[in-house]
């Protein structure tokens, strides 16, 4: 019996189910004189085609010229307004951030507009919640509603830009004791699920819902490239049913935020391209998403043909690469590659390398998610979990999420505390078509990866602790 592929097609235990030879439709064999189908990676020359960052007219609009201190003290809220507005009535242009310490409210790009942070200059948040009002259209966790902004807000915008090689500092942890929502997100929750206009789902002051640090709200043409950013009140770079996005050589330090600090989340957006970031997060670092429950049927706005490469993810609390666990409204095309996860070696830095997350209340479909050449070591649970079980209760009625045609080729993972694999399905609705090729996992706790409720589930040139899988 060839060790090297086991294929199999229908698992509701550890590996139950029997051994099988053959080829499932992605094992990328054929018989005699039949086509060989092609890579779902052809299709990435295709999607970075696509993607191209935005760029601006040689003019630039420096804050400190329409009255902006970098003395970290006097507040610039206006000033930022001011040469944002000014650089937009212009054609566009650059709204450069020079050395110093410029302390602000909420900064709202316009279309055609690059806020440049320069090497030596920070932006420094406030902290007075107030200054973060009146509230804007927004989403929280996969809910339309209104909420404090944003630190950095474009709405319907086209070609804008957060760039340079300065700071973003949220100061976050003044968020902190408004905990993960409580009585608020579960007033949003119940609006959401007798559709109430979202005209009506009236959050900020008073309430508990954390704003994000950065979001792009269905905007065209979006680039962050070079900047630092540091202690979001909630998740950091949020895009949302936005198209040609691309977050290029960014750090995120979202740690010593408001929690839930996310990395970047790409939700419902199209053509995203995330390349050379580095993550040091207080959750997921790069999270795919795509609305929650029903809200996220409703809106029905995959995110689809997403990017990411070459990024360096220094440590997460939970995942590296994430799809969900808010993803109602389907993800597709998802690919990652060239990646390196705790390239420092450090203990207990993550508990996942690939993590989709979904349950029987968020429903809709996440077909084809492709990862490679990815290596990571020191995991607290499982490098690869596919879990349709994900503990977060919801109001609603259920409906079971559809996951499948998910391949992992050239993973290379060490020091596992848990199992290597983790497939976690539903008997309701198995996963299906999920494949593990030409990878190494050592040091594991558990010799044998765990499958449960999935069919045509394929291992190829596969080992655990130096035995074939």
């Given at each position: 019996m060839?060790?090297?592929?086991?294929?199999?097609?229908?698992?509701?235990?550890?590996?139950?189910?029997?051994?099988v030879?053959?080829?499932?439709p992605?094992?990328?064999?054929?018989?005699?004189?039949?086509?060989?189908?092609?890579?779902?990676?052809?299709?990435?020359?295709?999607?970075?085609?696509?993607?191209?960052?935005p760029?601006?007219?040689?003019?630039?609009?420096?804050?400190?010229?329409?009255?902006?201190?970098?003395?970290?003290?006097?507040?610039?809220t206006?000033?930022?307004?001011?040469?944002?507005?000014?650089?937009?009535?212009?054609?566009?242009?650059?709204?450069v951030?020079?050395?110093?310490?410029?302390?602000?409210?909420?900064?709202?790009?316009?279309?055609?507009?690059?806020?440049?942070?320069?090497?030596?200059?920070?932006?420094?948040?406030?902290t007075d919640?107030k200054?973060?009002?009146?509230t804007?259209?927004?989403?929280?966790?996969?809910?339309?509603?209104?909420?404090?902004?944003?630190?950095?807000?474009?709405?319907?915008?086209?070609?804008?830009?957060?760039?340079?090689?300065?700071?973003?500092?949220?100061?976050?942890?003044?968020?902190k004791?408004?905990?993960?929502?409580g009585?608020?997100?579960?007033?949003?929750?119940?609006?959401?699920?007798?559709?109430r206009?979202?005209?009506?789902?009236?959050?900020?002051d008073?309430?508990?819902?954390?704003?994000?640090?950065?979001?792009?709200?269905?905007?065209?043409n979006?680039?962050?490239?070079?900047?630092?950013?540091?202690?979001?009140?909630m998740?950091?770079?949020?895009p949302?049913?936005s198209?040609?996005?691309?977050?290029?050589?960014?750090?995120?330090?979202?740690?010593?935020g408001?929690?839930?600090?996310?990395?970047?989340?790409p939700e419902?957006?199209?053509?995203?391209?995330?390349?050379?970031?580095?993550?040091?997060?207080?959750?997921?670092?790069?999270?795919?998403?795509s609305g929650?429950?029903i809200?996220?049927?409703?809106i029905?706005?995959?995110?689809?043909?997403?990017?990411?490469?070459g990024?360096?993810?220094v440590?997460?609390?939970?995942g590296?690469i994430?799809?969900?666990?808010?993803?109602?409204?389907?993800?597709?095309?998802?690919?990652?590659?060239?990646?390196?996860?705790?390239?420092?070696?450090s203990?207990?830095?993550?508990?996942?390398?690939?993590?989709?997350?979904?349950?029987k209340?968020?429903?809709?479909?996440?077909?084809g998610?492709?990862?490679?050449?990815?290596?990571?070591?020191?995991?607290?649970?499982?490098?690869?979990?596919?879990?349709?079980?994900?503990?977060?209760?919801?109001?609603?009625?259920?409906?079971?999420?559809?996951?499948q045609?998910?391949?992992?080729?050239?993973?290379t993972?060490?020091?596992?505390?848990?199992?290597?694999?983790?497939?976690?399905?539903?008997?309701?609705?198995?996963?299906r078509?999920?494949t593990?090729?030409?990878?190494?996992?050592?040091?594991?706790?558990?010799?044998?990866?765990?499958v449960?409720?999935?069919?045509?589930v394929?291992?190829?040139?596969?080992?655990?602790?130096?035995e074939?899988?």
């Open positions: 060839n060790s090297s592929r086991r294929t199999f097609l229908k698992a509701t235990g550890l590996l139950a189910g029997g051994a030879l053959g080829s499932s992605l094992a990328g064999s054929a018989a005699a004189g039949t086509p060989i189908a092609a890579s779902p990676w052809d299709a990435v020359p295709e999607i970075l085609a696509r993607i191209t960052p760029t601006f007219p040689a003019r630039d609009f420096d804050v400190t010229a329409y009255g902006a201190k970098g003395d970290g003290k006097a507040d610039c206006k000033a930022f307004r001011d040469a944002v507005v000014a650089c937009n009535k212009a054609g566009g242009g650059r709204v951030v020079p050395k110093g310490t410029f302390f602000t409210g909420p900064i709202h790009l316009l279309s055609n507009v690059e806020l440049h942070v320069g090497a030596g200059a920070k932006i420094l948040f406030t919640r200054k973060y009002l009146p804007v259209f927004t989403r929280w966790q996969g809910i339309e509603c209104y909420n404090w902004s944003p630190f950095v807000y474009a709405y319907n915008q086209t070609n804008v830009a957060l760039t340079g090689k300065g700071t973003l500092d949220g100061q976050g942890a003044s968020w004791p408004l905990g993960s929502g009585t608020s997100w579960k007033q949003l929750q119940d609006m959401a699920e007798v559709n206009p979202v005209a009506q789902r009236r959050f900020g008073g309430h508990t819902l954390r704003p994000n640090m950065i979001q792009f709200y269905k905007c065209t979006v680039l962050v490239a070079d900047v630092t950013i540091v202690k979001p009140p998740w950091t770079i949020h949302v049913l198209t040609n996005v691309t977050v290029r050589g960014v750090t995120v330090d979202s740690r010593g408001g929690g839930n600090n996310d990395g970047c989340d419902s957006c199209t053509d995203v391209h995330i390349v050379g970031c580095t993550f040091d997060t207080g959750d997921d670092c790069i999270a795919i998403k929650r429950d809200e996220g049927r409703r029905n706005a995959p995110s689809q043909n997403i990017v990411i490469q990024c360096t993810f440590f997460s609390n939970r590296a994430c799809v969900g666990s808010e993803c109602s409204g389907g993800a597709r095309q998802i690919f990652a590659e060239n990646c390196r996860i705790n390239p420092a070696n203990p207990d830095a993550f508990w996942y390398a690939l993590f989709v997350k979904t349950n209340y968020r429903g809709g479909t996440t077909d998610v492709y990862l490679r050449n990815i290596s990571g070591a020191k995991f607290m649970k499982d490098p690869i979990f596919i879990t349709a079980n994900y503990n977060s209760a919801s109001p609603g009625a259920v409906v079971n999420p559809t996951i045609n998910i391949q992992v080729d050239g993973f993972m060490r020091d596992i505390k848990e199992h290597a694999i983790n497939l976690d399905g539903i008997s309701a609705k198995p996963m078509r999920i593990v090729s030409n990878s190494t996992f050592t040091n594991a706790a558990q010799d044998r990866p765990r449960s409720n999935a069919d045509e394929t291992f190829t040139n596969v080992r655990i602790n130096g074939p899988v």
